[in-house]
């Protein structure tokens, strides 16, 4: 039979201890707030701290940075797929040029692009035809996370293939 033990500190039961801790928030620390879909996760690449979206859904995912008009110099977007695979993106409505570099479930980079933008699809062109054309960019390797910034900011930043990145990984599981 399972028995609920008391903490001594403050008489807080260790199960609510613990179900706080879950819920990443404790009395007395900084509020922790669980990944979601389409929110703002702050990672620290290289010198610099970005702001980036969260695309954790498959259409969030799919749709990804296409049709913004512009990307500001600390933000972008963190790809989280359920699974490390082989992946390969391509500017689908792309407007402005894109950096993107692939993660291994480790946190090491895969591969890193500098993806320009294409022509939009044209009034005679055919969706089969416009998608035909796109290029694609891939992984190299496995890969669980992308994050795509604004362009030429992984080089600012000396990031490339085998460099570790230090990504939430354990967290974005959730």
């Not at 028995?3 to 500190?9: K, Q, S």
């Not at 972008?76 to 391509?90: I, S």
């Not at 894109?98 to 062109?125: K, Q, S």
Request: glycine share 12%; hydrophobic share 40%.
């Amino acid at each position: 039979m399972a028995r609920i033990l008391n903490h001594p500190i403050a008489g807080v039961p260790i199960i609510a201890m613990v179900a706080a801790a879950t819920l990443g928030w404790m009395p007395g620390c900084g509020e922790q707030s669980v990944p979601v879909d389409g929110g703002i996760e702050k990672v620290a690449l290289a010198d610099r701290s970005f702001d980036l979206e969260l695309a954790m859904s498959n259409e969030s995912r799919r749709r990804g940075l296409g049709g913004r008009e512009s990307l500001g110099p600390d933000s972008g977007m963190f790809f989280v797929f359920p699974d490390a695979r082989m992946r390969r993106f391509w500017m689908y409505d792309c407007l402005i040029p894109i950096d993107i570099a692939f993660v291994g479930p480790n946190g090491y980079v895969t591969a890193v692009h500098t993806m320009p933008a294409e022509p939009p699809r044209g009034p005679d062109e055919s969706l089969q035809e416009y998608e035909a054309r796109l290029p694609g960019y891939g992984s190299g390797y496995r890969a669980p996370f992308a994050i795509e910034l604004a362009p030429g900011t992984f080089d600012a930043l000396g990031i490339e293939v085998g460099d570790q990145l230090p990504i939430p990984r354990q967290r974005l599981k959730t």
